[in-house]
Nanobody, 113 residues
Framework: QVQLVESGGDSVQPGSSLRLSCAAG????????MSWYRQAPGKERELVAQ???????IYVDSVKGRFTISRDNAKNMLYLQMNSLKPEDTAAYYC???????WGQGTQVTVSS
């Protein structure tokens, strides 16, 4: 069965950095585009970053230049390096294997002074 376990969220001050991790299992990880989504209270879940099988990446405009998505196919791991965090980055962050209708439990990122 599909497993997606996010970790690395924390409460930090503006300008800080965090690295989120997603441990994947139960499917052919290297065959899937992988994404990070986030959902803030009262808002729709939005795509933050995506990396395809060839390691090409896309980002939502609000995180370009600050966030970096990466993957390690040998370890079935997905990462999101988040730098220069802002209060508006506060949300629950989820990883997703595109094409699979499954969500993990998410990891909470709170950016506040």
């Amino acid at each position: 069965q599909v497993q997606l376990v996010e970790s690395g969220g924390d409460s930090v001050q503006p300008g800080s950095s965090l690295r989120l991790s997603c441990a994947a299992g139960g499917f052919r990880f290297s065959w899937h585009r992988m994404s990070w989504y986030r959902q803030a209270p009262g808002k729709e879940r939005e795509l933050v970053a995506q990396i395809n099988e060839g390691h090409s990446t896309i980002y939502v405009d609000s995180v370009k230049g600050r966030f970096t998505i990466s993957r390690d196919n040998a370890k079935n791991m997905l990462y999101l390096q988040m730098n220069s965090l802002k209060p508006e980055d506060t949300a629950a962050y989820y990883c997703k294997a595109e094409g699979l209708n499954y969500w993990g439990q998410g990891t909470q990122v709170t950016v506040s002074s």
